[in-house]
């Protein structure tokens, strides 16, 4: 239980905060002097959240032919997306935060269902060592990403972390797919390659990957074509908010 505890709490915090760290340095003029004054209120908010969807989650397992849970969860993930692809086409500060609330509620919703759920008194003080082990390896990794990301868009160039932050919501897209084809929402497709040979994405260097760029060892294709469409779009976005600064630019 220990392990497991550790493992889920790795699985479930690392990508939310991995998205906190590019939120955070995406756009710098207008979100990092903000940071810290909205951060706290929005962790508040996206907990209390938490807690009502699962209050109403035995109702919401029953809607739509008892698919509600997994409807809901493919709602966060592309709310994740749209909200990021919103922040980038308008610049405004607002989308950064439903982000992380979506995030908040795709990913803790399923920690805290997962504590609720095996916190019997026989187990409380193994979950609690394990979720505190499994915090502790994501604030120092999260710590990490977040310095290392400040050198490399001072020193050589902030597409780097436009890359970053448009694989790590691509990604989300993918797994939305998935979720879907595995709730027969849409057709199953098959698999395009396999590279456990090379990487698994169980592995320590395959669970990293899959927390920045939603690493898979053996995509099926629709879960591909949706991701490289994704990719797409949001590169898009960002060249028109590109193309959107320089005008402002020449007009000042």
């Known amino acids: 239980m220990l392990l497991n505890t550790v493992i889920i709490s790795l699985n479930q915090f690392l990508p939310l905060g991995v998205l906190w760290v590019l939120l955070s340095l995406y756009p710098p003029s207008t979100l990092e002097n903000r940071e810290f004054s909205h951060t706290l209120g929005v962790f508040v908010f996206g907990l209390i959240s938490c807690f009502i969807y699962l209050w109403l989650a035995g109702d919401v397992s029953q809607w739509f032919d008892f698919l509600g849970l997994e409807l809901a969860q493919i709602t966060f993930l592309c709310g994740i997306y749209a909200s990021v692809l919103a922040l980038i086409v308008s610049n405004y500060w607002l989308y950064k935060y439903s982000a992380l609330v979506c995030a908040m509620l795709a990913y803790l919703s399923h920690f805290m269902t997962y504590l609720s759920s095996y916190g019997q ?36 160039s902030k597409n780097w972390l436009i890359a970053l932050i448009t694989l790590h919501c691509a990604s989300k897209i993918a797994t939305a797919t998935d979720l879907a084809s595995q709730v027969d929402l849409i057709s199953a497709s098959s698999e395009v390659f396999n590279l456990k040979w090379l990487l698994d994405e169980y592995s320590i260097i395959g669970r990293v990957l899959k927390a920045l760029i939603g690493y898979e060892a053996s995509p099926s294709m629709l879960s591909l074509a949706s991701f490289l469409i994704a990719v797409f779009v949001m590169l898009i976005a960002f060249q028109y908010r590109m193309k959107m600064i320089k005008i402002r630019g020449k007009g000042a």
Request: aromatic share 14%; glycine share 12%.
């Open 121 to 156: 008194v026989g187990m409380a003080k193994s979950m609690l060592i394990g979720t505190v082990l499994g915090m502790g390896l994501c604030v120092s990794f999260i710590i990490l990403l977040y310095f290392s990301l400040v050198w490399v868009r001072n020193m050589y």
